[in-house]
């Protein structure tokens, strides 16, 4: 237990201000002796890295996946962004999915704990085993949050703009438990679990990330006139935490009505807090009011791990290898990843080069009404790297 101690001053991004390896901050980290992350760190251990690299573990699932990961390695690479990535493939589809090449993704996540991931998509025919990778990889992780920002990107405009809300939601259990059977031919049933343990926890994390991220208002989405027990432990729970945070307004709103007021007037909401299937839907309602799948960033947590991917979790699978999939989504989550290694300098250089380039207009995917391929976004970004203004 007395490992937990080898933080010290937190495992900062190495040069993360952009003045090199020669800061004060570089050398005190240099100095620090590394022998104990070597994997029997407790949680507090920062990152693997060698020589002021981060290892990060990166998925690239299917559909466009793999394609928005070239775009970010690509990014990557014209900001000689400190990053080196630990690829596996795992596709249930392309027959890329054993239990070993779980195992390998699972142990690489452990020893990083980070990664970036495209969706991994699940087959619709039943074959046996009822969880999908994608639930069984954050069962294994316990990545009970799944945080989306939704962002109004300047230069876009919709129907609503200026939009900045976050949507929170538990994926761990609710519908998503692979709990069906067939009581009798026919008669299928599917159990929802909703526990108080893991009810709790989702709502502790949405006040304790509405808290550090300076808002004002959780609002918690439920169903609980109708499953009163279900969903009713769900609101229970939330309305319990809520007292423990007297500065921060609390709500609730059920899901139907909530579904049209984001439609109506999403500029009430600030922070949003449901259990899995409503997160499911109502992060895609939301990525759809800014400009769809291909601009949200999405990130999972656990207590220990980070997964970096897109917030509305789409293969897109139409496009592959078409090369008009957008990685705006994809390269903004990849510049929240760097902002949680702490290497605050990449982390906004990218977010900026990419946002740059919304804002120009000129350069515009097919979901945004324009003609250019993906190809002309990533070099459009990487060009807006090179000519940075200087801060």
Partial sequence: SMIVLSRGGGGGGGGGDGSGLSSPRWQQLASRPLSLSAGLCGSEAPPARADATFKVTMVPGDGVGPELMTAVKEVFKAGDVPVEFEEFHLSEVQNMASEEKLDQVLTSMKNNKVAIKGKIHTPMEFK??????????RRKLDLFANVVHVNSLPGYSTRHNNLDLVIIREQTEGEYSSLEHESVTGVIECLKIITREKSRRIAKFAFDYATKKGRNKVTAVHKANIMKLGDGLFLQSC???????????????????????????????????????????IDNLAAGLVGGAGVVPGESYSAEYAVFETGARHPFAQAVGRNIANPTAMLLSASNMLRH???????????????????????????LGGYSTTGDFVRAVVENLRHRPVH
């Fill in 341 to 367: 290694l702490n290497l605050e300098y990449h982390s906004q250089m990218v977010s900026d080069a990419v946002k740059r380039v919304i804002k120009q207009g000129k350069v515009r995917t097919r979901d």
């Fill in 128 to 137: 046996g085993e009822l969880a999908s990778y994608e639930m069984r990889l």
């Fill in 239 to 281: 309305a319990e935490v809520a007292q423990l945070y007297p500065k921060i307004k609390y709500e609730n709103i059920i899901i139907d009505n909530c579904c049209m007021q984001l439609v109506q007037n999403p500029y009430q909401f600030d922070v949003l807090v449901m259990p899995n299937l409503y997160g499911n839907i």
